[in-house]
């Protein structure tokens, strides 16, 4: 694996916005207090653990709702560009999956910072989009992972999208800014939990430009139009991740039903391995 190579673009130092001091950052829309206090607990281990390298952020727009659509490569990644963003003044609401909110305290937390719970692989997934299209006309950041789970690309590319971020976009018609980071698997590997916090990791992340999906807006909102919208979603994170890592991915995004893999959780546990070789016997 080679090294990332320096972006260009404007760019943050290589440090965490946490670094910089105690500048009062001015937040576009309401913070629920819940969500300040997750906010304030998380700062010191993320300032502790990881510098950023920031690439993108005039990509931001200066008002209005907007959907941020990051790769998924660790546990770890939501919390860095999130971090960046909280630090420049938006909190962005997070579509994560039901099971958090179940639990005691880590669902207290995400209930009362006003996230929004995913059922997925279920028809109650249409709530989240409902409840997301609201954030966005409030004037807020939505921010959806469209591979919906961690990649099983086995070189961490971008795999197969689904549809959720690009139906969201396509009802909603607010910009879609690709995010691609680098580095979160150094601090947590694929489906570990326990942090590698020394040396210190350097994180990068890079804000890409709106995804072209006007020309689709009038059309039938068919699962063809969002394929086609998911299609252009990914590609612009693989082609930001691509800046990132001084390398070319792969010419065909890796699809985990292909290789016989369950479309969420973990699929080395053995429980999983059978469920998906079931699913592949209908």
């Known amino acids: 694996m080679s090294q990332p190579r320096r972006s260009t673009g404007a760019t943050a130092p290589l440090r965490s916005p946490a670094d910089e001091g105690s500048t009062v ?23 502790l ?24 490569l660790s546990y770890f990644d939501p919390f860095p ?3 960046t963003l909280y630090d420049h003044g938006i909190a962005p609401v997070f579509l994560a999956k039901n099971e958090l909110f179940q639990t005691p305290v880590i669902g207290r937390i995400l209930r009362g910072a006003g996230q929004v719970p995913v059922h997925r692989e279920s028809r109650e997934a249409a709530t989240a989009l409902r409840d ?31 549809t959720g971020a690009a139906r969201l976009a396509l ?27 020394f040396p210190r990791k350097t994180i990068h992340i890079r804000f890409g430009p709106p995804v072209e999906l ?19 979603i990914m590609a612009a994170i693989t082609r930001e991740l691509e800046e990132i890592r001084g390398e070319r991915a792969p010419a065909v995004r890796f699809d985990p039903k292909a290789h016989g893999m369950t479309v969420i959780g973990n699929f080395k546990n053995e429980d999983t391995r059978r469920k998906a070789a079931r699913e592949g016997q209908r």
């Open 81 to 83: 560009w999130a971090h």
């Open 132 to 162: 997301a299209v609201a954030a966005l006309a409030e004037g807020r950041c939505v921010a959806i992972y469209p591979e919906g789970t961690l990649t099983r690309d086995p070189d961490l590319w971008p795999m197969r999208g689904k």
């Open 49 to 72: 653990a990881t510098r950023y390298s920031v690439t993108g952020l005039h990509h931001l727009p200066d008002d209005g709702g907007f959907i941020v659509t990051p790769n998924h």
């Open 171 to 197: 009802e909603s018609r607010h910009p879609v800014l690709p995010v691609a980071q680098w580095g979160p698997q150094d601090v947590i590997p694929e489906y570990a939990h326990i942090p590698k916090l």
């Open 214 to 232: 006007d020309d689709l807006y009038e059309r039938e909102p068919t699962m063809e139009v969002a394929m086609e919208a998911t299609h252009r």
């Open 25 to 47: 950052v001015r937040h576009r829309t309401p913070v629920p207090g819940a969500y300040r206090f997750a906010a304030n607990v998380l700062r010191p281990p993320l300032r």
